[in-house]
Every structure is written in structure tokens, then in C-alpha cells.
């Protein structure tokens, strides 16, 4: 099992005040965030519409950490290039939204990028078969994606899969949780085996005095 | 013709700095805009993706100009009442994303707010023949909506015919132009008979000390 220190937290910056997200941007970085978390909608693939690769290219300069981009886009195709360049350093794709999902995970490594797999709650863990060689990242989605503040869904044997399958790769390969995350469910999420946390709610609901004290609590240290 | 007094300036937070949106919103504000215009993209009506309500609701509190939100979204239905409750005061529209044109213009009356219809550069004016008793606002885009920067495409006969279709119907109704304004392009709009200029570069290019210089000399005054 992944030590608390080995834990990685990526507030998504979907619960953050979004007329100033250099600054919270800042504040989440300075409140030991490893990952800086970005939910991109596009009111096709999911039924909301967020932020595009204007906003992360705007708030690049603003941390120094990893951007980790969270694509909810349909097709994913035509936006791969451009996040790449506003700055993105892990680019995640659902498998639904690119027909050709292999190639599209080859195109982020050939721009030099980390590349992510998003599987939706109801999605099966077999769509990593043929693809694991090509991943850095499994994102298990813990809620049904659109939309922030909901209910964690546990799916502990689903995680267990996943990180099975990527013992078996020998190299590091994060395994991210995003939904529903608090401390109770982050200690699930992490003894089946997850070594991410994205968090929304639970690390900005109290502003940004609290940001540190949220993220450690999630961390579990 | 329209005098330098009745020309408003909308400002598109487009070429705004994305990472302090509302600070800019204050700014341009402050700086004499008008208008606080949003555009709003999903990678799918146009080839770009920006903002979305979320970011419209969180902005809101900036400014109590009037916020002008042009939707290039495509099948827009959906989303109309996410920027009403987000706090829109106008709602644009495309013909082309909305298969029953006539009846999202009712929904966004219905809703208590002004609605627009948006003219791409090859649409032609017919298209509000049947509809401009539902109209508050038509906006004559003179570059193909998806990217700020543009060059304007001078379209004077399209606004004079606009202009004449207002002119028919005995209550204010904006007439906006959209793309690639400057000082000059501006005049050139206002002599056809445009009352609402939108400008994105044209504002925001040499930062916040010069927003108020900027939107008098697009307004002409």
C-alpha cells in the first residue's frame, strides 16, 4: 500500500473562484497541491461547459506545478495540440470521446506530454487492455463527471483492478481518484490502491485559510 | 446616424487576462464599458472553447453593467437557462445551433432577459424576417467568430439593411458589430448604423491604464 507521503493531492480548480483563478491557483501551490487540477467541459461529452486552453494557458505562469488536465471533451481529437501547448503536462482522455483512442494516446506522448485514461464509473477497467503501454495515468472516476459537489460512488474492487494491472507495467503510472473526495473516502480510495486524490469541495469550501489544512487532511498525513 | 452619446462600448473579456477575470470585469468597468460582453464557445459551433456559466455566475459580482453573453455554442438549448440563473441580462443566439430559432428566442424572454440574434458573415439578414418581434439585439459579426485578433471584414450594406429593419419596428433595439473594431473599423460601423461596439484587442492590448483611453476612442468621442 502507498504511504501518505507517496500520496498526491490535485485540487480541481472546478470548486475554485473562477474571477480569480491565478490567485487560487497560487494559493492551492503554496498549500503543498502536487497537482494543479483542470475539469474541461464542453457541454457535448458532459452536460456542462467550463474552461477552455485560454484559461490554462492564462494561469501557467501562475504555479510551477504539474498541470494535470482532465479532458470532458467530444471529440478530444481537435484540442489535443492546443492544451499541449497552453501548457498542460498530463492530458486525460475518455475513451468514449476519441474514436481512436490508441492513436490519440500516442499523439499526447509525441507532443511530450503524460497521457491519462478517464474511466466513468460504469466504464470497464478492460479498456486499458491494449492500451497500458502507452498510459501514465488511470483517473477512476468516483462520480459521473459534469458536475462538482457530488456523492462519492465506491468502487474499491474497480481501483484494485487498476492498480493491478499497473504492477504488472514496472514503471510508475499514477492512479488517480476524482469524485466525491474527502478525507473518509480518500482513506477508501487509497487502500485499494489510489495514489492521487482530485479534490474540490472538500479542499475550497472554506476559502483559502484552509486550503493547507484540507489538503493535509486528505492526504491523510 | 447615431451620435458619439448613444454609442456603447462592449469590451470582450475574450482578450481579457483569464487567470483575474474579475478584476478585468471591474476594470473595463470602471474604464467607462458599457457592456461587459462574454463569449461564450464549445468547440463545436466554433473551433475554440472558452468560458461557461460557472465562470458568468462568479464574474457577476464585478460589475452591475449589463453583461452580454454571445453563446457560439451549438445545439444552445440546453444552456439558456444556465446563463439566465448565471446572470446574463442579454442572451445572443446563432440561427445555425438553434433548430427552432423562434422558439429559444421566446424561452430567453421567457426567462426575463433581452434575447440577440447573431448574423455570421455569410448569413444572410432574411433570417430574422420572421423573428424580429422577439428581438432586443442583432449583432452583425464581422470576422468568423471562434479567435480574438481578427481582421474586420467590412460588411456597411449588411448593417444598413439591419439598421432599416430596426428602424421598422418603433422600439430600441441594439444594433452590434463584432470583430476586428478599432477606431477606425468603428467609424466605419457607426456611419452604417451600428450602436454597440464590441472590441477585444482593441481594449485590453496595452493593459488596464490605457481601458478607459481605449473605449473613448473606439466610441468616438
Redesign the interface.
Known sequence: MTTASEIRIAPSI?SA???????E?AAIDAAGADYIHVD?????YV?????????V???R??SRKVFDVHLM?SPVD??IEAFANAGADIITIHPEAAPHFHRTLQAIRALGKKAGVALNPGTPTDVLDHVMPLVDLVLVMTVNPGFGGQAYISLPEKIIDVRRRIATMGRAIDLEVDGGITPETAKEAIKAGANVLVAGTAVFKDGPARYADRIRAIRGG
Not at 473562484?17 to 490567485?23: I, Y
Open positions: 472546478l473562484d473562477f474571477a480569480r483563478l491565478g490567485e491557483v474541461v467541459m464542453d457541454g457535448h452536460p456542462n461547459l467550463t474552461i477552455g486552453p485560454g484559461v494557458k492564462a494561469l505562469p501562475h471533451i481537435p484540442f
